[in-house]
């Protein structure tokens, strides 16, 4: 079955960098984007951006520019999110989800487990 | 940006009984709208995508409505399993934009 599992749980220090994977299996892994997406604790969800695995094509939420990086691996059917300079603001549980290539198309379906990332001095 | 509004925060409704969840696009996003649903501790699950059309192994009971700017999430009789949060999301416009949720709890 189609399947995104992610990479576990992280703590890090305040101007850290992290970084969450995200494998793909069940599916043709370039037929599809991978989106990220976070959720700060008790809050709404928040895109942060995607990437397409069969090429180099990625699109960043404008308040992340700068800071956020998607890469991916064909190889492996794994892709990266890599977050810097990290603040207390970044602690949340960030999910990869996938969607269609097509235009207007990008619901997201299926979602990982979500990784929980604590930002704490 | 597009901001999608969701209401009411919270609904309080009694098993077996009908829901209605709004969500409101500052402007049109054609039919370009999904529905999730979100349980505790879980990732967000797909419900509607296309305003209507409902994603595979969703139960009828489960119904979208709504275009431009008005969408409904229509849940025809409440189960115990359908306690949750809703969240619509369009998909229209650049950057993807959340509505900020509605609580389905039980009254």
């Known amino acids: 079955q189609v399947q995104l599992v992610q990479s576990g749980a992280e703590v890090k220090k305040p101007g850290a960098s992290l970084k969450v994977s995200c494998k793909a299996s069940g599916y043709t892994f370039t037929n599809y984007y991978i989106h990220w997406v976070r959720q700060a604790p008790g809050q709404g969800l928040e895109w942060m951006g995607l990437i397409y695995p069969g090429g180099d094509v990625r699109n960043y939420a404008q308040q992340l520019q700068g800071r956020v990086t998607m890469t991916r691996d064909a190889s492996t059917n794994t892709v990266n999110m890599e977050l810097s300079s990290l603040t207390s603001e970044d602690t949340a549980v960030y999910y990869c989800?996938?969607?269609?290539?097509?235009?207007?198309?990008?619901?997201?379906?299926?979602w990982g487990q979500g990784t929980l990332v604590t930002v704490s001095p | 940006e597009i901001v999608t509004t969701q209401s009411p925060a919270t609904l309080s409704v009694s098993p077996g009984e009908r829901a209605t969840l709004s969500c409101r696009a500052s402007q049109s996003v054609s039919s370009n709208l999904a529905w999730y649903q979100q349980k505790p501790g879980q990732a967000p699950r797909l419900l509607i995508y296309?305003?209507?059309t409902r994603a595979t192994g969703i139960p009828a009971r489960f119904s979208g409505s709504g275009s431009g700017t008005e969408f409904t999430l229509t849940i025809s009789s409440l189960q115990s399993e359908d306690f949750a949060v809703y969240y619509c999301q369009q998909y229209d416009h650049w950057p993807l934009t959340f509505g900020g949720g509605t609580k389905v709890e039980i009254k």
């Open positions: 989800a996938r969607s269609v290539l097509t235009a207007h198309s990008h619901w997201f379906d299926p």
């Open positions: 296309g305003a209507s």
